[in-house]
């Protein structure tokens, strides 16, 4: 079964930086896609950022240029890099990692951290 700890969260004012972190525990798994998700209050749950096993990144556009994402393969690691937070992307924030077993049966797999706040104020 993976499990997902994320950490990181917290407030911060206008124009700040906060770094999200997010460790997979796979067992006999690998990870193929990583990426962030957040959800503010009354509404959907949307994607942020995403990283591919080539490390290949796609952004929202409201993130593009003031986020950044990363992956440590060796630590089965994700990380989310926030500069001139705007308190618009107040929300919580969920770690998603999709992968397959290594064992069989070979079976996917889409798991979700807890979520972590991150609160910008004005």
């Known amino acids: 079964q993976v499990q997902l700890v994320e950490s990181g969260g917290g407030l911060v004012q206008a124009g700040g930086s906060l770094r999200l972190s997010c460790t997979a525990s796979?067992?006999?798994?690998?990870?193929?896609?990583m990426g962030w998700y957040r959800q503010a209050p009354g509404k959907q749950r949307e994607l942020v950022a995403a990283?591919?096993?080539?490390?290949?990144?796609n952004y929202t556009d409201s993130v593009k240029g003031r986020f950044t994402i990363s992956r440590d393969n060796a630590k089965n690691a994700v990380y989310l890099q926030m500069n001139r937070l705007k308190p618009e992307d107040t929300a919580v924030y969920y770690c998603?990692?999709?992968?397959?077993?290594?064992?069989?049966?070979?079976?996917?797999?889409?798991?979700w951290g807890q979520g972590t706040q991150v609160t910008v104020s004005s």
């Open positions: 990283i591919s096993s080539g490390a290949t990144t």
């Open positions: 998603n990692v999709q992968g397959r077993t290594t064992i069989w049966p070979i079976r996917s797999y889409d798991s």
């Open positions: 796979i067992g006999r798994a690998s990870i193929n896609a």
